[in-house]
């Protein structure tokens, strides 16, 4: 059906978004105060544990300068706070070098306690997680080679640990594996962790626009019901306006100065009215500006979607009716809702763009559902996908452009804030079909007064 992808169906491109605009490579992707805190606790857990082992357990490390590399970070720690007293993020160069002083920090403190040997050679990982959440794949692959290399190096070049009995020492071929094991822990963390942080990242974005799509549809509204108000407030006026200006008209002589003078203020109190006129009947055909609280047959919010998308050479045809159920009972009313006129639109538009001569909106009900189903003749959902369809940034039509790829998502998150259950398919004569239900009594407008008053 659709190329969901497309967010000009879905009035994307009228907000200042792109690619860039949601994708991990921002100016500021972390705060300073996020990666001090860190440190701080390494500093803490570092200068702990070289005390501990040696007062506690009583082996020589060589304090002095194990504590000079300690007092690296920790002289780093309070630079940043002189220098940065008031919140500040860092832009992508700056994290990744502040992560790489962590990575090479660690290793030279390693390299003096014994180095892979030392069971705290896994804290390698933790810089390249921290680059994986909040960093680009490629500061996070340069940090990768630069934990690898290092973990290289502490694997040939280390200060033995103080092991109590004389002589001994761990096997090259447990070393190799420490060093195995390590670098396939860096590669996993780096790759599993920048995915699932990717995913949030991407979601959390789809959904602001989400938003923005409800909030625009909302403010349309809004200023839709204000001009249907005005029309309706200044009509009076102008009423008066023109009656009174005939009045005096038909009491001044054409060769009266002041004739052409109100002539002209009769025709323009017209030509005003003209204009009310066309602002109501425009609100009432439910356009971009239709009031979210005007009550509508739910058939007529169906086609109120549609209205803004018909056009071209493809045709809208139209059905609705009761399900063949003899118990159904009336049609029901329905609230002009922002989320259903916009999420059926954006499905509507789309099965439009690639339909080949018509799109097919059946609207049904019954005594506990309302269905609406949209199918259109094109080349249907492209293979493999249809499990995929709703969510973000994903393309589902071979005539799919270089866009975000955030229509489906859109659509479908209104939808099920609505209430409605969304699904997807091909229909086995051609074409997609998008089927919407929700359970009548979520949408249904019960209230007598209310409807009596449509």
Known sequence: MTSFDNESAIGVTRFPMSESAFSPTVNDPVRLRTLTLIRWVAIVGQALALLVVHYGFQFPVPLVPAFAVVAASLLLNLIVLTGHPTP???????????????????????????????????????????????????????????????????????????????????????????????????????????RVAEEARRMSNALSASQLALAREQQLAALGGLAAAAA????????????VSGEIA????????????????????????????????????????????????????????????????????????????????IEPVVARSPEIIHGLGTIIQNAGQFAQNKVEIDTRWDRSHVRVQIRDDGPGFAPGLLERIGEPYISSRSRSTNHMGLGIFIAKTLLQRSGGEITFRNDPEGGAVVKIVWRRERIEIRDVELIGKI
């Not at 990768?144 to 009995?165: E, R």
């Not at 309706?232 to 009656?243: C, D, F, K, Y």
């Not at 002589?253 to 017209?270: C, F, G, H, K």
């Open 250 to 329: 038909r009491e001044l002589s054409p060769d009266n100065p002041l004739y052409d003078d109100v002539q002209l203020l009769i025709s323009e109190t017209a030509r005003c009215r003209e204009i009310l006129a066309e602002l109501s009947e425009r609100s009432d055909q439910g356009e971009d500006s239709a009031s979210p609280f005007a009550l509508l047959p739910v058939h007529a919010l169906v086609q109120a979607a549609a209205v803004r998308h018909e056009g071209g050479n493809v045709v809208f045809e139209f059905s609705n009716e009761n399900d063949l159920d003899a118990d159904a009972g």
């Open 88 to 194: 500040v993020r860092l832009g992508e160069r700056s994290a990744a070098a502040f992560l790489a002083f962590d990575i090479l920090q660690l290793a030279a403190l390693l390299f003096l306690t014994g180095g892979l040997e030392n069971p705290f050679s896994f804290l390698l990982l933790a810089p390249v997680a921290v680059s994986a959440t909040i960093l680009t794949v490629r500061s996070t692959v340069a940090l990768c080679v630069l934990s690898i290399a290092s973990i290289t190096i502490l694997a040939i070049l280390h200060y033995p640990l103080p092991w109590s009995q004389d002589g001994f020492s761990i096997p090259k071929v447990y070393v190799l594996g420490i060093w195995v094991a390590l670098v396939i822990g860096i590669l996993f963390f780096a790759i599993y962790t920048w």
């Open 232 to 243: 309706h407030e200044l009509g009076s006026p102008l009423g008066t306006i023109a009656v």
